[in-house]
T-cell receptor
Framework: NAGVTQTPKFQVLKTGQSMTLQCAQD?????MYWYRQDPGMGLRLIYY???????DKGEVPNGYNVSRLNKREFSLRLESAAPSQTSVYFC?????????????FGQGTRLTVV | QQQVKQSPQSLIVQKGGISIINCAYE??????FPWYQQFPGKGPALLIA?????SEKKEGRFTISFNKSAKQFSLHIMDSQPGDSATYFC??????????FGTGTRLKVLA
């Protein structure tokens, strides 16, 4: 029962470097999400994919891109990392879009940009 | 109108006490109100959820109280235990809306 798996768990980047955060779910869920978590800010939605083949912006999409590679995988890319992107990133999935179902989260990626 | 306001930001409770966390929303279209629990180094996990057709839902020591007219809902943890020490997030969603999360409450239960 892996659920939602994120890689890597920790990463340190220099300003201007790029990287891709990987997320995979094995629950046959249709919808996937990327959140960032910052102290005092809660969870803020970066991008989401309501279904395979679609992606859309959330609250804080600037500086990020996503790819829904297939039904299982949803990646988040930072093209040119900035210190403001230092955060903990969570991937999540839900069975359906538009229905109020439980969101399952990965363990998170702690990213530091220096 | 999309915000969910959560308070307090942090809470310290003695073992055996009652922990109360409050959330308020503006969007009357919201129709699903879950609470998530997050332990350090882990992702959030669903704790309990309520829909607005009921005013209260109880699961073990955890109870959600819902006041539709005031647009408020709260989490009550009875007989709080040190193992309940975690960050709690309220959330709201409605149909095609995405989840909107509160800012979180860090709960510490003293032994």
């Amino acid at each position: 029962n892996a659920g939602v798996t994120q890689t890597p768990k920790f990463q340190v980047l220099k300003t201007g470097q790029s990287m891709t955060l990987q997320c995979a779910q094995d629950m046959n869920h249709n919808s996937m999400y990327w959140y960032r978590q910052d102290p005092g800010m809660g969870l803020r939605l970066i991008y989401y994919s309501a279904s395979e083949g679609t992606t859309d912006k959330g609250e804080v999409p600037n500086g990020y891109n996503v790819s829904r590679l297939n039904k299982r995988e949803f990646s988040l890319r930072l093209e040119s990392a900035a210190p403001s992107q230092t955060s903990v990133y969570f991937c999540a999935s839900t069975l359906e879009w538009g229905k109020n179902t439980e969101a399952f989260f990965g363990q998170g990626t702690r990213l530091t940009v220096v | 109108q999309q915000q969910v306001k959560q308070s307090p930001q942090s809470l310290i409770v003695q073992k055996g006490g009652i922990s109360i966390i409050n959330c308020a929303y503006e969007n009357t279209a919201f129709d699903y109100f879950p609470w998530y629990q997050q332990f350090p180094g882990k992702g959030p996990a669903l704790l309990i959820a309520i829909r607005p057709d009921v005013s209260e839902k109880k699961e073990g020591r955890f109870t959600i109280s819902f006041n539709k007219s005031a647009k408020q809902f709260s989490l009550h943890i009875m007989d709080s235990q040190p193992g309940d020490s975690a960050t709690y997030f309220c959330a709201a969603s409605a149909g095609t809306y995405k989840y909107i999360f509160g800012t979180g409450t860090r709960l510490k239960v003293l032994a």
